[in-house]
């Protein structure tokens, strides 16, 4: 990577016709400010501190990201309210967030999009990448991989546009659009 960034030249040109810059973005049927969206943290105190709780964060990174334009992923962990707090503040809001849920078995995955549905949450994701978090099975809760079946079930369960975040090769970019997924995040 050093080696490729130092490849790239920066050509300053201050002669041009300005135009105004449109960063905006439409997804979900929405229009963002930004195609830039913050990234799921859950379980807060666990991974980052007592600086704040679950839900000072999730309230403020939810608020904080619609006052900019744009939307927050949110979190989810061991605990229901490491998910159904931030649910709950996106469901205050209008739907503006997108809840992701970690790849537990498919029968709390399903009940996790119901409650998304309910809220009126304007996308809902998976982070596959999680599968391989130990910590979560030492806590009681494992996560497990998804096959292409797994994920072409959950996606077809709901109507909301469904992300999955952790890919990590092209052939996973080519599963997730074969599993029906609306977008992904690349790990």
């Known amino acids: 990577n050093y080696q490729s960034l130092r490849q790239i030249k920066i050509n300053m040109d201050t002669l041009y ?16 400010k930004y195609p830039v969206f913050a990234a799921p943290i859950g379980d807060v105190i666990t991974n980052y501190g007592d600086a704040l709780t679950e839900t000072q964060y999730q309230e403020a990174i939810v608020k904080g990201c619609i006052k900019a334009g744009t939307a927050a992923f949110t979190g989810d962990g061991v605990k229901d309210n490491i998910y159904g707090d931030p649910l709950n503040i996106i469901g205050d809001n209008n739907g503006y967030g997108i809840p ?3 790849p537990w078995k498919k029968e709390e995955i399903l009940k996790k999009v119901r409650l998304a549905e309910e809220k009126g949450a304007v996308a809902v994701a998976m982070d596959i990448d999680a599968a391989g978090l130990a910590l979560l099975a030492m806590l009681g809760k494992p ?11 959950i996606i077809g369960s709901t109507s909301l546009p469904f992300i999955i975040k952790g890919i990590m090769t092209v ?17």
């Open 17 to 32: 016709q300005p135009n105004k810059v449109d960063t905006s973005v439409e997804l979900f049927g929405k229009t963002f």
């Open 100 to 102: 992701t849920i970690k």
């Open 143 to 153: 996560v497990e991989p998804k096959s292409l079946t797994d994920l072409k079930e």
């Open 171 to 187: 052939d996973g970019a080519l599963k997730a659009l074969e599993a029906g997924a609306y977008g992904i995040v690349v790990s």
